[in-house]
C-alpha cells in the first residue's frame, strides 16, 4: 500500500513539474498591432538574469485571446484616448514662461523617439536615475514654470503613455552599469527582499511561479515594457509606480510612495529584467 | 457639460457595392451615472449620452437608446450594407443638450 501511495504521489509530482514548465501561461500568438507593428513579447533573457530565467515574456502573453485583441489595433485600445488627450496638452501653453511641450519638443513622433526605451537613466546633472515623470516634472517646473505633477495623476500617466508610443517596437534596452549601477543593486536587493506578512518577494510570484495561476488569473513575469497600461479593472492608464504599490501593498506590507527613491530603484531594476522585450504602451491588461 | 468629449469613427473609405463593412465608433465621455456620491455625499447628477443614431445618405442604419449602466467611453461596433458612395453621419445625444456630429464618407467603386 506504501509503495503505491508513494509512486502515486511522484507522479502527481511529475504532472506538476509539467505544468509549471514554460508553456503554462504563454501564448504563441504573436503580437501585431494594426497590423503592421510587430512586437517582440518574446526573447532571451538578458545576460544579468542568468540562473534566473532563460526567456523573458511580455504580460501580453498571458492574457486572455479576447483582452490580447483589444490591445492589436488602435482604435480598440481604450488608452490610445489618454494618449489623445495627452496629445492636446502637450500644445497648451501652461506656467509663467508661456511655453508648451512643444516650444522646446516640437513633433513628440520626432523628439520622443525611443526616449522611453531608455529610461529609468542617469542623469548628469542631477546625479541621479531618474523616471520619465520625474523628468516631465522637471521640464514643468524649470523651464515651464508651471507646477508639478502628481506622480500617478491620470494627467502625467497619460503624458508617459504619449512619449512612451513614440518607442513603441523598439526594444528595451536601460543602462545598469556606469553611475546607475549602485541603483540598479539597491533596486535588485529590494526585488528579492520578501515583504510584508505574507513575507513574499517580487521574485517568489513573478520569478518562480509566472505561468501559474494565482486566484483566478495567470502570473506574468512582471515585465514593465507595456506600461503605461490600461487596465479593464479600473478602466485608466496605470503608472508602474501604481502597480508596484499594488503588489506590495497585496503582500500585506506598507508600501513606498510612488516617486519615491526605493521604487524608481526598483523601476530600474524591472525594466533591465526586460532588456530585449519592445515597448508595448499603452497596452492593455485585465 | 461633459468635457474632453471627442468623437472617433473608422470607416473603410472604400467598398464594393452591396459590401458589409465594419464601422467602429467611441465617444470618450465619463457616462456619469447619476448613483454615485461625492465626498461629501451628495449625489452627482447623471450625465450620460442617451442615444446615438448612425445614417447613410439619410436612411437609417442603427439608433441606439442608451442607459446610465453603460460604462465610461461608450464603444460601439456594427456591420452596415453600402449600396452605393455617400456620406455615414454619426451623431450622439448628450444630456446636457449637446450633440456630437462626425461625419466619413464612402466610395463605391
Known sequence: MKTTSLKTMICTAAMLTLGAGAAAGQTDEKLVINGETEIITEAPAPAHLEGALDTIYSGWEFRSPTTRAVQMDDFDNPGMIFVDKARQVWNTVDGTEGKSCASCHDDPADSMKGVRAVYPKWNEDAQEVRTLEMQINDCRTDRMGAEAWGYTDTGMTSMVALISLQSRGMPVDVAIDGPAQSTWEKGKELYYTRTGQLELSCANCHEDHYGDMIRADHLSQGQINGFPVYRLKNAKLNAVHSRFKGCVRDTRAETYKPGSPEFVALELYVASRGNGLDVEAPSVRN | ?109
Open chain 2, 1 to 109: 457639460m461633459a468635457e474632453g468629449v471627442r468623437a472617433r469613427v473608422k470607416v473603410p473609405s472604400s467598398a464594393s457595392a452591396g459590401e458589409s463593412v465594419v464601422i467602429k465608433t467611441l465617444i470618450s465621455h465619463p457616462m456619469e451615472s447619476g448613483q454615485r456620491k461625492d465626498s461629501e455625499g451628495n449625489i452627482i447628477p447623471r450625465s450620460i449620452i442617451h442615444r446615438f443614431v448612425c445614417d447613410f445618405n439619410g436612411q437609417n442604419v442603427i439608433d441606439v437608446n442608451m442607459q446610465p449602466a453603460i460604462s465610461t467611453n461608450p464603444y460601439f461596433e456594427f456591420e452596415a450594407k453600402i449600396p452605393e458612395s455617400g456620406e455615414m453621419k454619426f451623431t450622439w445625444y448628450d444630456d446636457d443638450g449637446s450633440v456630437y456630429e462626425e461625419s466619413k464618407s464612402v466610395s463605391v467603386g
